[in-house]
């Protein structure tokens, strides 16, 4: 096991230097490594495995599940990336106030309208400062107190750190400390790390209700948030997809965004 486990580490290239994967995803994936000579489980009745087809294929770990169902759902790709902001208070916005939230409906217009408002906010002392003078409830139209708590406390870690632009914070989420500091501020989760990452264009997996849903329908259930992250990472690699850009492929078919 320990030298399937080996295999399975130097196979695939990208695996996240934020967190080391744990031992459940490790294995799932020295398993499907040790099926076949490409590295797909085959059936006894006629050999094939997942890349001849979804007929006659019996995925038998996580991330042969999950990666079958992302092929069934949403074909070969190529996926694009979100772009993400450019305008850090935009950035720090949109992950304070997105959770359980309709993005399409009532998180994108209010970033628009952020932007146009407080143009002096592109970066993180602008924001801050803007902060300090200004409501930003009233500036979101969204008047939910530990969200806008959320921001200012973002905000000011951000700043401490002398975090200031997008290419600052991009560059800052790839020290594992960091993340750490960041998850620190209350409210903010794994995820809210995930998703600032993509933001600023980084290419991760921002496990949401949408992306445990659209697991759950493959059976993939009951896992942690770093395990399953992990196992969406592992599953991008077998298909040969960037992780964020497919991670934005299965969120905009759940959450039904065109």
Not at 38 to 48: F, L, P, S, V, Y
Not at 58 to 84: C, K, M, Y
Not at 208 to 220: K, P, S
């Amino acid at each position: 096991m320990l030298e399937r486990i080996d295999r399975a580490r130097h196979t695939i290239s990208f695996v996240s230097h934020f967190a080391e994967p744990d031992s459940f995803a490790l294995t799932a994936l020295a398993q499907w490594l040790d099926t076949s000579p490409g590295g797909m489980a085959t059936t006894a009745e006629d050999g094939k495995g997942m890349e001849s087809g979804t007929e006659g294929t019996t995925p038998s770990n996580p991330v042969q599940q999950l990666a079958a169902h992302i092929r069934d759902q949403l074909g070969a790709g190529p996926f694009s990336q979100a772009d993400g902001w450019t305008h850090m208070g935009a950035v720090i916005s949109d992950a304070s106030f997105q959770a359980r939230s309709r993005y399409k409906a009532t998180i994108l217009p209010r970033i628009l309208a952020l932007q146009t408002a407080w143009p002096d906010a592109a970066t993180v002392k602008g924001f801050q400062a803007r902060l300090a003078t200004d409501d930003l409830a009233t500036a979101m139209n969204f008047h939910h107190a530990r969200k806008v708590a959320k921001a200012h406390n973002v905000t000011d870690l951000l700043a401490a750190h002398g975090v200031d632009t997008r290419d600052d914070l991009r560059a800052w989420l790839d020290i594992q400390p960091n993340r750490a500091a960041l998850r620190a501020v209350k409210d903010v989760g794994p995820k809210t790390v995930d998703y600032l990452g993509n933001l600023v264009g980084g290419s991760q997996i921002a496990v949401d209700v949408h992306l445990r849903a659209f697991a759950a329908e493959a059976g993939v259930t009951d896992l942690r948030y770093e395990q399953l992250r992990t196992t969406y990472e592992h599953a991008a690699a077998l298909l040969g997809h960037e992780p964020g850009g497919m991670e934005h492929a299965v969120w905009r078919l759940k959450a039904g965004v065109s």
